[in-house]
């Protein structure tokens, strides 16, 4: 019991830190990061920094308050809350992961980079649409699960600030890196999204 509070609230530290992330590029110069590696050509282009931005703003909001919907008290003491949350939510993962979407299609480092990315977009924008659909039809458990997935899809971002540097330090430059971590920063976080569906929902089954 202890040990699932530490890692519950471990996990909200990480939520609220990378969250925040996004204000950096409005108060430092922006290209830092990421953006280092983007052309000045791209990074002077009107639709790819609406996109940008539209993709962390949004992202950073969605993470910020994602965590909360898994607390258990506050959505059984506070149901018009959680909901209040979850259109935020939902609204936020949606136009973060299409626009997340376009601008995979111009990653950094090629091929792998470009599938890696831009599947995440495919699987955080579906499993978000279809985890609100499941609740406006009643069916629950569907959408839990369905919540979990796109959440787990979400955390991307703080899996990615994890790896990427590590990755980097193994394989000695960024580019490298960061054509395993477009894979990486997301599809473990999928398959453990699987195992707690698996274990918290196993009596339902």
């Known amino acids: 019991m202890l040990a699932k509070k530490i890692s519950y609230y471990f996990l909200a530290i990480c939520c609220i830190a990378i969250g925040l992330y996004p204000t950096i590029y409005f108060v430092i110069d922006r290209k830092f990061g990421l953006l280092a590696s983007k052309s000045e050509t791209l990074l002077a282009d009107t639709i790819w920094n609406s996109m940008f931005y539209t993709h962390i703003v949004l992202g950073g909001v969605a993470l910020l308050i994602g965590w909360l919907q898994f607390h258990k008290k506050l959505r059984l003491k506070n149901l ?111 398959i453990v999204a699987y195992y707690i569906c698996k274990y918290q929902f196993k009596t339902t089954n």
């Open 80 to 190: 018009q809350l959680h909901k209040k949350i979850g259109k935020v939510y939902v609204i936020s993962c949606l136009l973060s992961g299409a626009s997340g979407f376009y601008i995979a299609l111009y990653a950094t480092g090629g091929l792998s980079p470009k599938l890696g990315f831009t599947s995440m977009a495919i699987v955080w924008f579906c499993t978000t649409f279809f985890g609100f659909t499941a609740i406006k039809k009643g069916d629950i458990i569907k959408h839990q699960k369905l919540m979990i997935y796109s959440y787990a899809a979400c955390f991307s971002a703080v899996t990615l600030r994890i790896w990427l540097p590590i990755f980097s330090s193994i394989l000695g430059g960024f580019l490298p890196a960061y054509r395993i971590v477009a894979w990486l920063s997301w599809v473990p976080n999928i």
